[in-house]
């Protein structure tokens, strides 16, 4: 059962809070009045913020090694190391351009 929403459109009674929240069916229909002081109310937007990973949670090594990406970082003159995914544990600069065109 869905949590929906509501707020006082004029006065509010003395206990009742500006905003609430209620339990309903979505086949009932809309409250028009408080349950408590019998003010008018109408529902609200009942906003839920979604989780969004930030880039660096979606670019982190585990994240990559989980939908099957390799990913190399540079790490001396010419060469990368592997930092997540299946492949070689280094490999040159000339490897690393090979396979980045392989990707395009």
Do not use: W
Request: charged share 30%.
């Amino acid at each position: 059962m869905p949590l929906f929403k509501y707020g006082h459109t004029q006065e509010k009674g003395k206990d009742c809070p500006e905003v609430f929240e209620v339990l309903q069916n979505r086949s009932e229909p809309e409250l028009t009045v408080c349950p408590d002081c019998g003010n008018p109310v109408r529902k609200m937007l009942n906003i839920r913020v979604a989780s969004i990973k930030s880039e660096k949670d979606m670019l982190s090594p585990k994240n990559l090694a989980n939908h099957g990406f390799t990913q190399y970082k540079k790490s001396g003159d010419g060469f990368y190391e592997k930092t997540a995914g299946e492949g070689p544990q280094v490999i040159s600069a000339d490897q690393a351009r090979q396979l980045q065109n392989r990707g395009r």
